[in-house]
């Protein structure tokens, strides 16, 4: 079965950390781009982090530039994001997605998801 999964969300108070995993299985993330997502109520949907295989290249929203942080494990199939300094303005659902653009273009909002999987919720309480 080809899917994408997502875990590691929560509830964490401000200035709290969560290290979300995105796991795929039936293919490989291992030559894929593969963006996370977030989307909070009547808000739009935003790339916050892409990480381009083929030359490691990662990309940040300035949102959460400094805070975020993108790796992969290919032994593992699983591309995590690592979230600290987190505040009431990360919260929403995240989601992992392979994406067919520059991770450039999905951070400023030009790079839509491909291939997402269902979200994992984020709250952060202040």
């Known amino acids: 079965q080809v899917q994408l999964v997502e875990s590691g969300g929560g509830l964490v108070q401000a200035g709290g950390s969560l290290r979300l995993s995105c796991t795929a299985s039936?293919?490989?993330?291992?030559?894929?781009?593969v963006g996370w997502f977030r989307q909070a109520p009547g808000k739009e949907l935003e790339g916050v982090s892409c990480?381009?295989?083929?030359?490691?290249?990662?990309a940040y929203a300035e949102s959460v530039k400094g805070r975020f942080t993108i790796s992969r494990d290919n032994s593992q199939n699983t591309v995590y994001l690592q979230m600290d300094s987190l505040t009431p303005e990360d919260t929403g659902v995240y989601f992992c997605?392979?994406?067919?653009?520059?991770?450039?273009?999905?951070?400023?909002?030009?790079?839509?998801?491909?291939?997402r999987g269902q979200g994992t919720q984020v709250t952060v309480s202040s």
């Open positions: 990480s381009q295989s083929r030359d490691g290249t990662t």
């Open positions: 039936g293919f490989r993330l291992t030559f894929l781009a």
């Open positions: 997605a392979t994406v067919n653009t520059k991770c450039s273009d999905v951070v400023e909002g030009r790079g839509p998801p491909a291939y």
